[in-house]
């Protein structure tokens, strides 16, 4: 049998090939080196804690006059102007706030019971008593420190929120 040198070339070749192949698998190839992860960035700080001391901001104000007496709030009472109430887009109804006129420096407690002023603008609505007491009936419309003193539902929010968490009981 003769073997053509082609043949040889050609067997010399599929035997480097095979013993390369082979050699490949038996090594090990060098791994690259990790990327390090970059560690993830701190947590934010947690919010400082509420204090009772809420912080006072200037708003503009107006106040409600007779013409809506007996009307109900968004609290189902009706509106007496001869009450220390308001309207609040701000602040829960059932909250007491701290109303101050910084022109004359008079003060009133008021009690939040409905919502409003339906007016751009304008972020609390007084009773006709509490507007006098704060000496803006002449205005109309001022600017008047507020500061919330407490938050306490209003007796219908709590009764609401009572009979809402009984009847989701109730199978």
């Known amino acids: ?13 599929l035997m480097l090939m095979c013993l390369l ?7 090990q190839q060098p791994q690259p080196a990790p990327v390090p992860i970059a560690a993830p960035p701190p947590p934010p700080p ?9 912080p006072s901001r200037t708003v503009r104000t107006s106040y409600q006059g ?11 009472e009706p509106y007496d102007p001869d009450e220390l109430t308001a309207a609040s887009k701000i602040f829960p109804i059932g909250s007491t706030v701290l109303v ?6 008079k003060s009133v407690k008021v ?24 000496g803006i009936t002449d205005k109309g419309v001022a600017r008047l420190r507020v500061r919330r003193i407490d938050s306490k539902p209003s007796k219908s929010e709590s009764t609401k929120s009572t ?9």
């Open 1 to 13: 049998m003769r073997i053509n040198n082609w043949q040889l070339k050609l067997g010399s070749a």
């Open 21 to 27: 192949m082979l050699g490949s698998c038996a090594t």
């Open 46 to 54: 947690a919010p400082p804690p509420q204090t009772s001391a809420q």
């Open 66 to 76: 007779e013409q809506a007496a007996g009307r109900p709030t968004a609290s189902g």
């Open 100 to 105: 101050t006129n910084p022109a004359n420096g």
């Open 111 to 134: 009690r939040i019971n409905d919502r409003g002023p339906h007016v751009r603008g304008r972020s609390l609505d007084l009773s006709k008593r509490a507007a006098e007491e704060l």
């Open 163 to 171: 009979l809402d968490s009984a009847s989701a009981s109730t199978p």
